[in-house]
Every structure is written in structure tokens, then in C-alpha cells.
């Protein structure tokens, strides 16, 4: 629109309050990848951009996280909003291809790389080069490096980039060069990724669709499947086994059946293995019962209230492992001595940082996952209690069926038709005087079960850590020390050299970075970790016990059920001999 005061036409465009993609990943929370949910947001919404564009024949050409901006709805949600057209390209009507060389060199295309930095020479390009930029930017985003990664630079080795990227194998989504000039190329994700169990194989899937440059791309195809995919439901579940969440992706109506195949799926990688699931459904807490078949589940799950699947083989509990070790805690890169190389300065306290942040993320997996363990055992203690009602409501009934023979037993004795009818009422009270000393057994074992129980109610579960303590003072130390000494750094002149005062502050600024950090790891492995790996072993026996108990119950269910038939048969057979 033109501007009053001098006539100049202005473009106004749209205020996004949340930077960009590649602002949240140079937070240090955000070193190892964006948050599971954030990450499928971005996938899904850059995926309806390019589908837009595709739609009216433009190429973006410069797919990229800083090209990415994060603005929040009336919902407080987030949204990703492509971006920075000005390399865009507008294909005229039938035309596929273009020829001109622009985008960002970190995300380009290897066919356009080549042409622009190692064969200088004419070559045609196609939309493959926004579907090979979303997926470095997808990979970046949920990893925090880029996907091909020389050990010098993409810029300072552009020979060696180009090499990591034409020799990629079918199924590699990712190469990089160490320091000893070795390539390690992978087909999957990082372990530490913040994306969960059940999402990594089809989004590893789909980043070997997007890098494939054997054969054209069916790009409408690819942006179809990838919304279609978006549009499932997530349900979160807690697999006991894995001691970790899964998010597994269900499109129609969600059964029980169909969940129990899914985390299979997810879990074990392999649609022909198949482990009997224990799945507790709950709604607000509070445990939900469904028929194996044909019911909709429709209870929402979220991250922070999810199912809980427990693994079992002939009622009982398979074997369970803590997976968290000091293996995923990061060990602290040796410090600079004396804090005159700038480069070296700066580097050393964004990796600490970003370590920081990382023992953070880790105490806070470890809270949630002591959460979903107390849930759990909640949930298994309410079971046994449910089900011993049950069986002192069976015994009850044996009672009171046994009791009314017994009375009826009592007015045939005294009836003077008796001698008629001696013989049968005397094997039906041999009968039930049988039912009887089976009922007595039956009972002992119920009441051990009971006094089992009991006991177990009264252990003190091992002591569990104050993990949002833990958490609140690892945040302090990143936000009060650490962040604001790399703000201070990061706003330094590119000095070869640090003056005397700068290096004295430095030198002070490192020392309080490094207590800071080794504090916080030393938290996390001597704290957090083995009270919750005593937490996770409690729970397990516990289970254990559960199942056992709630396998004998139902025997004892089973018999309570055949006694009570008997008597009621006695009770006919009894009353038609007193009616007669």
C-alpha cells in the first residue's frame, strides 16, 4: 500500500513473534533436535506450503530453517510459515525445468551443487531441489546438525561436501566426516533425538524418499503421502519394557487390536514379531475397560498422559531393563586454558551450553518417567483391589448359596419323608459338604494372596528424588551463568585476540561454566538416574507381583464360579426332594 508521507509503496507483511526455525535450534535446549510435537508440527506444516506452491507452479529454491518462521496462533500453538520468496521462481505453463543457480549452500541440491561449486557447466533442475532442502531442514531440525557435515565445513570443503552427498547410499539420510578424514554414514536417526519410538521409522522412510536422486521424485505423491501421514492420530503410550513413551500414528477408528499391533510395530521393527500387551487405558487417571474387539477407544493421550503398555508371556511380565546410563550424558570438552582464541572460546561455551541443556532435558525425561511409574503402580494396586473385591464378593455368594442348602439340608432331616428320599439327599449333602472343603482350601489361598499383599502395601518403596528440584537447579545454573556468558561472547568483536580485562572475564566465565556443568552432570548420574532406575525396579517386582496374584485370583475366580454351579444344582436337587 502507499505510505502517506511519501507516496513510496510499502509491503506489510505478517509479525512472527517466534523467530525462526533456525533461531530455536541455536538454543541450547534445542542442540539435539526440536521438541517431538514442535518437529511434527514444522513437517507438517512446511508439507501444506510446498503443497500450496506446488499447486500454483513456484519453486521456492531456498528451503531452508532460517527461512522457516515460527508465529503463535490465538491458541498459543505454534505454526511454521515458509518464507523469503525472493529466490522463488514463478514455471510458466508446461514447463518442469529451470536452469539458473541460487539457494543456500548448506541445503542445496547435490546436482545444483555440483554446478555451482565443484562442474561449472549448464544443468537443469526440477521442484527435487525444495524436496532435497525440506529434508536436510527436516533432518537438521530433528537431529540439531545438518545431514552431510565435512569435518572442516560445508563452506571451507566444498569438494568433500560434494562427495558426502553424491555417494550416498539408497538409504542413507546422513554422512559425516570426523577429524581422522573417516566417513560414518547412517540410515537412521541418532538415539538422542528428541523424536519418539514410532515416529523415527516413517519419518526415516520418508527423508529416503526426499534425498533419492536415482530416480525422479514423484514430488504430489510425496507431499500427499507425508499430509496423510500428519493426519493420524498420535496416541502416546508408555511401553513399561522400553521404560520410555512411543507415539504411534493410527488413521480411522483406534481398537485395542489395532494399538496392540502398532506398538509392536513400533517397538520391535518388525511387523511378524508379535508380544502378548497388557494395555491400561486411562482417562484422566482413572483405568478404562474395553472389549478386546469392535469398541473405539476414544480417550486422547498426551505425552504427559499417556497409555501404559506392559509386556507379558503367559501372565507374566517379561524381563525389564533400565535403559538410561551415563553413556547419555555428555562428557565435557577440556576447556580452553588461557581463553585468547576467540573462536575457540566461543565454541567450547555454546558445546557447554548446549551439554548444560542436555543434562537438563535428560532430568526432565527422568521426572516425567518417575510420574508414569507411580501412575503405573497406581493403576496395577487398584487393579488387584478391584479384583480382590471381586473374589470376596464370589466367596460371599458361595456363602450364602452354601448357607441356604445347609438350612434346607436342616428341614429335610426333620421331614418324615426322609427314608424315602435317604439316599439322594445324602449324596447331595455329601455334595456339598465336598464344595465345602474345597471352598475352605480355596479361601486359605485367597486369604495368603491377601496377607501377601498386604505386606507388600506395607514396604516403603525406595525413596523417591525431587526431580523438579533437580531440574529448577540445573535451569538456574543454564540461565544465570551460562546463557548470559555466551551472550557476552557471542557479541565480541572477531578478534584474533582477547584484550588483558576480556581475558581476566573470560577466564572467569569459563571456570563458572565448567563447576556449572560438571554440578549438573553429577546430579543427573548420582541423583536423578539410580533413584529412578530403584523407582523402575520397585515397580517392576511389583508388577510382577500383581500379575502372579491376579493370575491366581483368577483361578480361584474360575473355582468360585464352578463351586457356586454345583450348589445351585444342589439347591434344585435338594428343593425338588423337599418339594416331593
Known amino acids: 500500500e502507499p505510505q502517506k508521507r511519501t507516496n513510496e509503496t510499502v509491503i506489510i507483511l505478517e509479525y512472527c513473534s517466534g523467530r525462526s526455525v533456525q533461531d530455536a535450534l541455536a538454543k541450547p535446549h534445542n542442540s539435539q533436535g526440536l521438541p517431538h510435537q514442535d518437529w511434527l508440527l514444522l513437517f507438517d506444516n512446511v508439507t501444506r506450503g510446498l503443497t500450496h506452491l506446488m499447486r500454483h507452479d513456484v519453486i521456492h529454491r531456498d528451503v531452508k530453517p532460517g527461512n522457516i518462521l515460527i508465529s503463535v496462533n490465538g491458541c498459543g500453538e505454534n505454526v511454521y510459515k515458509l518464507t523469503d520468496f525472493g529466490t522463488a521462481k514463478q514455471l510458466e505453463e508446461g514447463e518442469e525445468h529451470f536452469t539458473s543457480l541460487c539457494g543456500t549452500e548448506e541445503y542445496l541440491h547435490p546436482k545444483m551443487h555440483m554446478g555451482a561449486f565443484v562442474k561449472r557447466i549448464p544443468r537443469t533442475f526440477d ?36 562427495m558426502l552427498m553424491a555417494d550416498r547410499g539408497p538409504r542413507d539420510i546422513s554422512a559425516h566426516e570426523m577429524e581422522d578424514g573417516t566417513v560414518v554414514r547412517k540410515q537412521h536417526l541418532p538415539r ?13 522412510q520418508f527423508l529416503v524418499r526426499m534425498m533419492d536422486q ?26 513399561v519394557h522400553l521404560n520410555d513413551l512411543v507415539c504411534v500414528h493410527l488413521e480411522g477408528s483406534v481398537t485395542v487390536p489395532a494399538l496392540r499391533t502398532a506398538i509392536n510395530q513400533a517397538v520391535w521393527d518388525n511387523e511378524a514379531v508379535t508380544q502378548d500387551i497388557l494395555l491400561l487405558i486411562l482417562d484422566n487417571g482413572v483405568l478404562t475397560k474395553f472389549p478386546e474387539t469392535g469398541t473405539m477407544i476414544r480417550v486422547r493421550t498426551s505425552p504427559e498422559k499417556p497409555f501404559f503398555a506392559v509386556l507379558t508371556k503367559n501372565g507374566s511380565i517379561l524381563a525389564d531393563t533400565f535403559i538410561m546410563s551415563e553413556d547419555d550424558i555428555p562428557i565435557m570438552v577440556t576447556p580452553p586454558r588461557d581463553g585468547r582464541d576467540v573462536y575457540f572460546v566461543k565454541t567450547w561455551a555454546e558445546q557447554t551450553c548446549a551439554d548444560l541443556a542436555v543434562c537438563e532435558n535428560r532430568a526432565v525425561k527422568l521426572y516425567q518417567t518417575q510420574k508414569h511409574l507411580l501412575t503405573l503402580k497406581g493403576v496395577l494396586r487398584n487393579m488387584f483391589t478391584e479384583r480382590m473385591h471381586e473374589v470376596s464378593l464370589a466367596l460371599s455368594s458361595f456363602e450364602l448359596c452354601a448357607g441356604g442348602n445347609r438350612a434346607i439340608l436342616e428341614a429335610l432331616n426333620h421331614h418324615t419323608l426322609i427314608c424315602e428320599h435317604g439316599p439322594e439327599m445324602h449324596a447331595a449333602l455329601d455334595k456339598v459338604h465336598l464344595l465345602r472343603s474345597n471352598q475352605l482350601a480355596t479361601n486359605r489361598r485367597f486369604l495368603a494372596i491377601q496377607k501377601d499383599h498386604m505386606e507388600c502395601m506395607r514396604t516403603p518403596a525406595p525413596r523417591t528424588c525431587d526431580l523438579d528440584e533437580c531440574h529448577m537447579s540445573i535451569s538456574r545454573r543454564l540461565a544465570d551463568i551460562c546463557l548470559p556468558g555466551l551472550t557476552e561472547m557471542r557479541e565480541w568483536n572477531e578478534a584474533p585476540v582477547l584484550q588483558h580485562n576480556e581475558k581476566e572475564m573470560t577466564r572467569l566465565r569459563l571456570s563458572q561454566m565448567k563447576h556449572a556443568f560438571c554440578d549438573a552432570r553429577q546430579k543427573v548420574l548420582n541423583h536423578c538416574i539410580p533413584n529412578t532406575k530403584d523407582l523402575f525396579d520397585d515397580v517392576h517386582n511389583f508388577s510382577h507381583m500383581v500379575m502372579k496374584c491376579m493370575k491366581d485370583l483368577k483361578d480361584i475366580m474360575d473355582e468360585l464360579h464352578a463351586a457356586i454351579d454345583h450348589q445351585k444344582q444342589c439347591h434344585k436337587k435338594l428343593c425338588d426332594s423337599l418339594t416331593n
Not at 538422542?192 to 526415516?204: C, F, I, Q, S, Y
Not at 510425496?222 to 502416546?236: A, G, N, P, Q
Open 127 to 162: 521442484r527435487s531441489v525444495d524436496t532435497w532442502g525440506f529434508a536436510a531442514t527436516l533432518y537438521q531440525a530433528a537431529t540439531g546438525k545438518l545431514p552431510f557435515l565435512p569435518s572442516m565445513g560445508v563452506r571451507q570443503d566444498k569438494a568433500c561436501m560434494q
Open 192 to 204: 538422542n533425538a528428541p523424536l519418539l519410538p514410532g515416529t523415527r521409522k516413517p519419518v526415516e
Open 214 to 239: 536415482y530416480q525422479l521424485i514423484d514430488v504430489p505423491t510425496l507431499y500427499s503421502d507425508i499430509t496423510t501421514f500428519c493426519e493420524r492420530l498420535c496416541v502416546y503410550v508408555f511401553v
